[in-house]
Each structure stands twice: as C-alpha cells, then as structure tokens.
C-alpha cells in the first residue's frame, strides 16, 4: 500500500525566501506524484505531477519538484516566496489511473511581509 | 473541456436532520467519481469512491451514504446528521484506463452541524 509523510503541518517564510515543502512517499512500484494546492475554503488545485521521464517537473506560480527514487521523495521547492503563495500544499501518490489516490496531510504556508 | 460543479457551498444543519451534497461532472463520461472530506489538521478522508452507476465502494463505515445514479452525477446522503459530520467536503473524479489517476476537484461544500 502507498503512503505520504508530510514533514512540517505549518512552514512559514518570509517574502522573497526560498520555499521548500517536503514529502515523502512509500510505494512498492514506481509512482505518480503529484502536488495541489489549496485556499481557504476551496478545492484542490494541481500545481505539478510527475509521471514518468524527466524528474524535475515544473508548476504553475513557479513552483518545481524533483522526483528523487533514491530518496522516494517528491519535495516541493519555490525560489521566492510571494505572499499569494499562503496555501495549504498537499502530496499525493498513485500507482495506476484505477486506484484512489493517497495523501498526506497537508502543510500549511505562511508567507511573512 | 471538463468541468465538476459541487453544491450547494455552504450548509449550516442541526444534529439529526438529513443531508444530501450534489455533484456533477460535465465534459467527460464514464470518470471515476470520488467523495472526499477534510477536517482540521487531518488531511483528506475519503469517503467514498464510484467506478460506474450504482457502483459505490465505501472506505469509511459511517453514517453516511453515496449513490451514483446517472454516470455523471455523485450524491453524498445522511438520514441523520451527527455533530462530527461538520467539516470540508470535496467531490472529484478522475479519467479511467492506464492514465495516472489525477483527480480534478470540485470546489467543497462547508457542512457546520449544531
């Protein structure tokens, strides 16, 4: 069965600094990953996933994340922060299009003028 | 294009009354449909998931029900609400087949129990 660690529930950063969100991932067969976003009371929007080839995979608003196996982590990275990047930002994994998908809980940023 | 429409966005309930969360998908057929909900701090539960009309897997025993009746349209249902019933709910579905089981969100409904 799969499983994401989010470490960190609450990440806060200062405007201009680097953001760097981390999960890792537990899957007996290569994954899908994938990375949403959130804000208050709204759904979940894809920021990036990686599927298969080249395992630095670019998002929207800027965001990357680098697929590492050695590692199985899958952690999100921006730059510099902006202060409309306070979201909640969450990982998740997949095997196949035929199973749901597993997530993790969620990390809170806040970004700090 | 593919578009989920969830309503209604808010609904304020008193303990024990029923419920009933509607959502559609257009733009697409036969998606894998999915009711998630997420409350503080705990990330998201799934609820139920539905590979096809009439079709409902559920992951969590609990007092609340799915159903599927057109192959588009995803109903959450309670006969009695529960204080613990309160939190986010997400509807979602995702393309069948070999693809990498994205799924697309609908935008929540708040449901507040009293």
């Known amino acids: 069965a799969q499983s994401v660690t989010q470490l960190g529930s609450h990440v806060s950063v200062s405007e201009g600094a680097l953001v760097l969100l981390r999960c890792n991932y537990s899957?007996?067969?290569?994954?899908?990953l994938f990375w949403y976003v959130q804000y208050p009371n709204q759904g979940l929007q894809l920021l990036l996933k990686?599927?298969?080839?080249?395992?630095l995979v670019k998002g929207i608003n800027g965001f990357e994340a680098e697929f590492k196996k050695s590692e199985t982590s899958f952690h999100l990275t921006k730059p510099s922060a902006h202060m409309s990047d306070a979201a909640e930002y969450v990982c998740?994994?997949?095997?196949?299009?035929?199973?749901?998908?597993?997530f993790g809980k969620g990390t809170r940023l806040s970004v700090i003028a | 294009s593919q578009t989920i429409h969830q309503w209604p966005a808010t609904l304020v309930q008193p303990v024990g009354s029923p419920l009933s969360l509607e959502c559609t998908v257009e733009?697409?057929?036969?998606?894998?449909l999915y009711w998630y909900r997420q409350a503080a701090g705990r990330g998201l539960q799934l609820l139920f998931y539905?590979?096809?009309?009439?079709?409902i897997s559920s992951e969590v025993p609990q007092n609340l029900s799915a159903s599927r009746p057109q192959d588009r349209q995803f109903i959450l249902s309670s006969k009695k609400l529960l204080l613990s019933d309160s939190g986010f709910y997400l509807c979602?579905?995702?393309?069948?087949?070999?693809?990498?089981?994205?799924?697309?969100f609908g935008e929540g409904s708040r449901l507040t129990v009293l």
């Open positions: 979602a579905w995702s393309k069948k087949g070999q693809g990498s089981g994205e799924l697309f």
């Open positions: 899957s007996s067969v290569p994954p899908y």
């Open positions: 990686y599927t298969t080839g080249a395992t």
């Open positions: 998740a994994v997949s095997v196949s299009g035929n199973t749901p998908l597993v």
């Open positions: 733009g697409t057929s036969n998606p894998n």
């Open positions: 539905s590979v096809g009309i009439g079709q």
